[in-house]
T-cell receptor, first 116, second 117 residues
Framework: AQSVAQPEDQVNVAEGNPLTVKCTYS??????LFWYVQYPNRGLQFLLK??????LVKGSYGFEAEFNKSQTSFHLKKPSALVSDSALYFC??????????????FGRGTQLTVWP | GAVVSQHPSRVICKSGTSVKIECRSL??????MFWYRQFPKKSLMLMAT?????????EQGVEKDKFLINHASLTLSTLTVTSAHPEDSSFYIC?????????????FGEGSRLTVL
């Protein structure tokens, strides 16, 4: 079965500092991995995805993530955090087959708070 | 990017009534839509996968008679919470896949906050 784990409920960083939101995955076969962001009382917005190719994936709003097969990780990073980055971040892995092709399995989310 | 619209964004109803939530893909055809429920401690739970023109596939533990899903067209899926009770109060989010195959990202609606009194 596919699953992802986000070990941190909360990440706090100062504006201008680099940020990392951690995600590890457990899949059978090659993973399709995603990061989404959610602002209060809103739906999820797509940030980036890893399907194949370069291990470093660049996404929206200056975010990037590094796929590490040996560590089964897909951590989200940003070199310089902004206060407006404060939100809830979800890592997800895609189901690759079966009748429910395309469904996502989400981590429990990490609340990122960037203070001025 | 692709847009998925959910309506209503907020709904309050009395216990025992039914509530319908609509999910529309505005600028693409979505053969598959997914319905999620988000609990107060933020985790997202997949409820069902909705395929256009066929019956929805429900996740284990989700009552199909309680949460009726209809995907009558390539741009519209509906979730009806029947005989709603306070424990059904939650944030419901739909999503749609914007391209065929399984490598495309899902686009999410803005969510619908259901409060059952």
């Amino acid at each position: 079965a596919q699953s992802v784990a986000q070990p941190e409920d909360q990440v706090n960083v100062a504006e201008g500092n680099p940020l990392t939101v951690k995600c590890t995955y457990s899949v059978s076969g090659n993973p399709y991995l995603f990061w989404y962001v959610q602002y209060p009382n809103r739906g999820l917005q797509f940030l980036l995805k890893y399907i194949t190719g370069d291990n470093l994936v660049k996404g929206s709003y200056g975010f990037e993530a590094e796929f590490n097969k040996s560590q089964t990780s897909f951590h989200l990073k940003k070199p310089s955090a902004l206060v407006s980055d404060s939100a809830l971040y979800f890592c997800a892995v895609r189901d690759r087959g079966g009748s429910t092709l395309g469904r996502l399995y989400f981590g429990r989310g990490t609340q990122l708070t960037v203070w001025p | 990017g692709a847009v998925v619209s959910q309506h209503p964004s907020r709904v309050i109803c009395k216990s025992g009534t039914s509530v319908k939530i609509e999910c529309r893909s505005l600028d693409f055809q979505a053969t598959t839509m997914f319905w999620y429920r988000q609990f107060p401690k933020k985790s997202l739970m997949l409820m069902a996968t909705s395929n256009e023109g066929s019956k929805a596939t429900y996740e284990q533990g989700v009552e199909k008679d309680k949460f009726l899903i209809n995907h009558a067209s390539l741009t519209l899926s509906t979730l009806t919470v029947t005989s709603a009770h306070p424990e059904d109060s939650s944030f419901y989010i739909c999503s749609a896949r914007g391209e065929r195959g399984h490598t495309g990202e899902l686009f999410f609606g803005e969510g619908s906050r259901l409060t059952v009194l």
